[in-house]
């Protein structure tokens, strides 16, 4: 890799790989730990011929990048918590009319407005269960800056390649530190651009009419074709219908289009699980605490492995259950009381191998903290 | 090398989450070692409490704050009776003379150092505070040379202040200098 060093917060790499991505447009309502994306893509946006606009609200935020994506352009907002509690209604009419965005949620402590500028990893289960109705849903994490470009790099990808919104989990720890990143040359990492339909101007096209490899094109709204966009469900022409076989194949092909796909979009890192007898399973900040506290204590043979996700939603499973299989105890370290346990227990095989590491009160877990909680599992006392 | 752990506390205004960007700026873009620079701060934007801490190692850093500091700078009396029985013992605590009282003791080498009387003093306010003390951190703890420190900051700042800054930055590394020269 040779492309520039840069010594940036978490929330800058964000805006540069999603400029790298081919990002276009970005509306958004700034708030602490997400302000600095807002800022930085009001100088850098320009720039580069793309637009800014800092809307009234959170609400009026993802419609308006749902908008602008409809007209072909790709399109990000950025929030935390309260912004994407808002943002849930219309993240579903994302989901159900197939525009791809990305959302990113700088977490910080909650419920409601909670600790502004403290970590937290509250709203894993918001991401997945938020919004209403049944629903599949992609969102991912990352806990180093050259991890954040490329997983943000990766989110415009999946975005475009699934037609659906991709939601960046990631939190006030690795949003607003700084550490070095190397932002790849063009061309180093891929990108997807958008499939969009070869029907010409004056002939119909039917925007939910699927190619005989189950993808949609697109066509850039307010171009050449006249269509129909709407919540409700509906048919190949994108007009309401309730006849019970358009229902059924619709909400089957909203789910399966991500989950027959989990394979596509799952990313993790594993460190020194081949002879593990404790793995812990960590993401975001608290990889941080956890990988550290793994190597440290490998220098003094203990066995301790990582399994970091990167891809939360739709939860990577089997690799879970792979990775974990030898393992005496499981510790999932996360700052929350227990959302991606929960996950981990459905997933592995004698679940009552399980156990939570956690700090809920607006710190970052600390390795000393999961040490600790080791030692007390492992009847050492502390 | 050791991994060097950094607190910067102070006020919310003082400036000294700059001063801590700048020092792990200069030793990640200009000596290619890695660093790790985090920041707590309260909701308000000036006159909280506010820390900064910084990780520099030539290793990869993975939790990113620190628990007990090599090196803790203390720009006010709260900061200071918060945060000095966390230094490490043998390591640097770096205080104002006009703005902190030590009145407690420590297993740590001290340099208790003129930074607001001397920047007022030579540039008429105390804006270059920041700076000043950043110049001392290196030229005490020897983390980054001169040149590296004089581009990351001549990088940070407009023209109209690049040569204030550096004047403060150079007043700093005097200071540090001649208090390590001394026996500490």
């Known amino acids: 890799m040779q492309g520039k060093v840069k010594f940036i917060q978490g929330n800058e790499v964000c805006v540069e790989a999603a400029l790298y991505a081919g990002l276009e447009f970005f509306a958004g309502y700034p708030i602490t730990p997400s302000t600095e994306i807002a800022e930085a893509m009001s100088a850098r946006l320009p720039q580069i011929g793309g637009r800014f606009l800092q809307m009234e609200d959170e609400i009026s935020s993802i419609c308006a990048i749902i908008g602008a994506s409809l007209t072909g352009r790709k399109a990000m907002t950025a929030t935390s918590g309260p912004?994407?509690?808002?943002?849930?209604?219309?993240?579903g009419y994302a989901v159900m009319t197939e525009i791809p965005c990305v959302i990113v949620d700088v977490q910080r402590g909650g419920p409601s407005t909670g600790l502004p500028t403290h970590v937290g990893q509250g709203d894993v289960n918001q991401a997945r269960y938020g919004t209403h109705g049944d629903h599949a849903i992609v969102a991912l994490t990352a806990s180093n800056h050259q991890d954040m470009f490329a997983i943000t790099v990766e989110a415009f990808n999946i975005a475009e390649t699934f037609r659906t919104p991709v939601i960046l989990l990631f939190d006030e720890v690795t949003g607003h530190m700084r550490e070095k990143v190397v932002i790849p040359e063009k061309g180093e990492i891929s990108l997807v651009e958008r499939l969009r339909t070869s029907v010409e101007s004056g002939v119909d096209y039917h925007p939910y009419l699927p190619r005989e490899d189950g993808r949609l094109p697109m066509s850039d709204f307010g171009g050449v074709h006249r269509y129909n966009?709407?919540?409700?469900?509906h048919d190949m022409w994108g007009f309401p219908?309730?006849?019970p076989?358009?229902?059924?194949?619709l909400i089957r092909h909203l789910m399966d289009k991500i989950q027959n796909y989990t394979g596509n979009m799952t990313f993790f890192r594993q460190d020194h699980i081949e002879d593990a007898h404790t793995v812990l399973v960590s993401y975001g900040a608290a990889a941080r605490s956890a990988r550290h506290l793994v190597e440290n204590r490998r220098k003094r043979g203990e066995r301790l492995g990582l399994l970091e996700l990167q891809t939360l939603w739709p939860f990577p499973g089997d690799v879970v259950r792979k990775v974990c299989k030898n393992a005496d105890y499981i510790v999932v370290v996360e700052l929350n009381t227990g959302q991606v346990i929960r996950e981990v227990k459905l997933a592995v095989d004698r679940p009552e191998r399980v156990y939570l590491a956690n700090r809920i009160d607006g710190q970052l877990i600390s390795p000393t903290d999961i040490q600790n909680i080791l030692r007390l599992l492992h009847g050492k006392g502390v | 090398m050791e991994k060097c752990r950094l607190v910067f506390s102070g006020s919310g205004g003082q400036g000294i989450i700059t001063a801590a960007i700048l020092l792990a700026e200069a030793a990640v873009l200009h000596e290619g070692l890695n660093a790790v620079q985090s920041q707590s701060y309260g909701a308000q934007a000036r006159g909280g409490a506010a820390r900064s801490?910084?990780?520099?190692?030539d290793k990869p850093v993975y939790y990113p704050k620190v628990v007990q500091p090599n090196v803790l700078v203390c720009l006010t009396q709260t900061a200071y009776n918060?945060?000095?029985?966390?230094i490490r013992p043998g390591g640097l605590l770096i205080t104002d003379t006009a703005l902190v009282k030590v009145d407690k003791s420590a297993e740590a080498r001290l340099a208790q150092l003129a930074f607001q009387d001397q920047v007022k003093q030579e540039m008429g306010n105390t804006r270059g505070l920041n700076i000043c003390v950043l110049g001392a951190v290196a030229a005490l703890t020897q983390i980054v040379s001169t040149p590296s420190l004089e581009s990351a900051v001549a990088g940070r700042f407009d023209e109209r202040f690049r040569e204030a800054n550096l004047k403060a930055l150079h007043m700093g590394?005097?200071?540090?200098s001649q208090r390590s020269s001394a026996s500490v």
């Open chain 1, 83 to 91: 912004g994407f509690s808002l943002m849930q209604e219309a993240l």
């Open chain 1, 229 to 233: 966009v709407t919540g409700l469900y």
């Open chain 1, 241 to 243: 219908s309730d006849d």
């Open chain 1, 245 to 249: 076989k358009i229902v059924y194949g």
């Open chain 2, 53 to 57: 801490d910084v990780i520099i190692w």
């Open chain 2, 82 to 86: 918060k945060y000095h029985p966390t």
């Open chain 2, 173 to 176: 590394i005097a200071l540090g």
